[in-house]
């Protein structure tokens, strides 16, 4: 006995058909068909298509695409980029909106302390060629002394994951040196010749081998501190240099915000030719960023160091308002060893962004989930803008000779707190002119301006 009339098997037949059909169709892949770059002037295809997880014939994934507008932000070269999609026949034709940050600019840095005023000028193209090669010449006038760098790196040659660098640096200082008898007071030259062969593990993972030449030369001052200063008159040291710098990066930029974090390690092995003995160096620099709400940025850094060199007076390691704790002064002390951390609030004050945000999408991507797109068109976008900033810099070093206890001794440390201005051009990479004023929470004579470009990290 047939129990199911006959037009029921004919409704159950169609929907066991169409079910897998209908799936089919409500899964139905968007294909990238093409993929182009709006809004170059200088930076040349080729070179940002590398850095794409989205590819012509690809399947169009929404968080890829997501990804890829990041990473093309995270350049030197890109202030802001965004997309467009439109839907063909054969496909979605994904175009990445980029606006072009300047990368070539002169360098105009100054600064200045208690007994030291410091100039520097250059220029410096962090998108030579359009291709993401770094170009960088520039003189530095330092303790009334002459100095000059050149550096040029190609980070990929050709379409491969391997690039290189060259580099001159002559630097010359007047560097305090540490005897058992007291400090003695050295003028310091230091001239040296690199080349260095770069590998990319991951867009955000490099690797860099590198060897340097350089002659260290200490010459004594006839003006010392205390009488009959120890130490040799003269003392020239050429000397070998074999590096390895490991990089992991993790931020992410929108202008001048910055999130996330990334991590450097540096490991040097140095060798005197005169006597064939080696010292090694080790060095980490961790920073971490976090954006709080719209204005707000939170920026942390801790650097640690190390040498094997540790009875040497001439040691690796500077305490210095330059380059890690804010208003002590000028290269104060000289460590085997250094731990430092530096913390700063960013709130920016002044930032005008006006534009309009539309849509644009099809019908058929709004019945396919892809509702989410949205494109931003800035009829203007402001140019300047300006940060108020509150620091906290905290450092130890470990004296020659001395014992690791000293970096985390409260007798040894280095405690500064301050307050500082940064006056921000968008349209360029670092494009920052940084004032400071230190102060050291336990003696309240130490303390000073330090004036200079580019955040402090």
Request: charged content about 20%; proline content about 3%; glycine content about 8%.
């Amino acid at each position: 006995m047939n129990i199911f009339p006959s037009y029921f098997k004919v409704i159950f037949l169609f929907l066991l058909l169409s079910v897998p059909l209908l799936l089919t169709a409500q899964n139905k892949d968007f294909t990238v068909s093409e993929v182009t770059f709006s809004g170059l002037k200088k930076t040349k295809e080729s070179y940002l298509y590398r850095f794409l997880e989205t590819k012509k014939g690809a399947v169009l994934n929404k968080d890829i695409l997501a990804r890829d507008v990041q990473v093309l932000k995270n350049l030197y070269s890109v202030a802001n980029a965004s997309t467009k999609l439109d839907t063909t026949a054969a496909g979605v034709h994904v175009d990445f909106i980029v606006q072009e940050a300047l990368t070539l600019f002169p360098i105009v840095n100054f600064g200045g302390i208690k007994g030291n005023l410091w100039g520097q000028l250059g220029f410096t193209d962090v998108n030579f060629l359009g291709r993401g090669n770094q170009f960088t010449a520039y003189y530095l006038n330092n303790d009334k002394r002459h100095n000059a760098a050149l550096y040029y790196r190609v980070p990929y040659w050709g379409r491969s994951k391997w690039g290189s660098s060259v580099s001159f640096l002559r630097w010359a200082t007047v560097e305090p040196t540490y005897f058992e008898a007291g400090t003695v007071v050295y003028n310091y030259n230091f001239t040296s010749t690199g080349l260095s062969a770069i590998y990319e593990i991951k867009n955000d993972h490099t690797v860099e081998f590198g060897a340097n030449y350089f002659v260290e030369d200490y010459e004594k001052l006839a003006e010392q501190e205390i009488p009959n200063p120890p130490g040799p008159d003269r003392l020239t040291l050429p000397k070998l240099l074999f590096k390895t710098t490991h990089k992991i990066s993790k931020i992410n930029y929108h202008f001048f915000y910055l999130s996330g974090w990334d991590n450097t390690t540096y490991i040097e092995n140095v060798q005197n030719i005169k006597d064939g003995s080696w010292f090694h160096v080790l060095k980490n620099d961790f920073r971490y960023y976090k954006r709080v709400q719209k204005l707000g940025n939170i920026a942390m850094r801790a650097r640690f160091g190390i040498s094997t060199n540790i009875s040497t007076p001439f040691a690796p390691f500077v305490l210095d308002s330059q380059t890690n704790i804010r208003g002590v002064g000028n290269r104060r002390d000289r460590g085997t060893a250094v731990l430092t951390l530096n913390a700063e609030y960013r709130q920016t004050i002044f930032d005008i962004t006006k534009g309009i945000k539309k849509t644009r999408r099809t019908d058929e991507q709004i019945a396919k989930g892809w509702d989410e797109y949205e494109v931003e068109y800035f009829d203007k976008e402001g140019k300047i803008a300006v940060q108020l900033v509150g620091f906290t810099d905290i450092g130890g070093w470990r004296s020659p000779g001395g014992k690791l206890e000293e970096l985390v001794s409260m007798n040894e440390a280095r405690f500064f707190v301050g307050a500082g201005l940064r006056v921000i051009y968008k349209n360029a990479y670092n494009a920052i002119l940084r004032v400071d004023y230190g102060l050291d929470i336990f003696d309240k004579n130490e303390r000073g301006l330090v004036i200079g470009t580019g955040q402090y990290f």
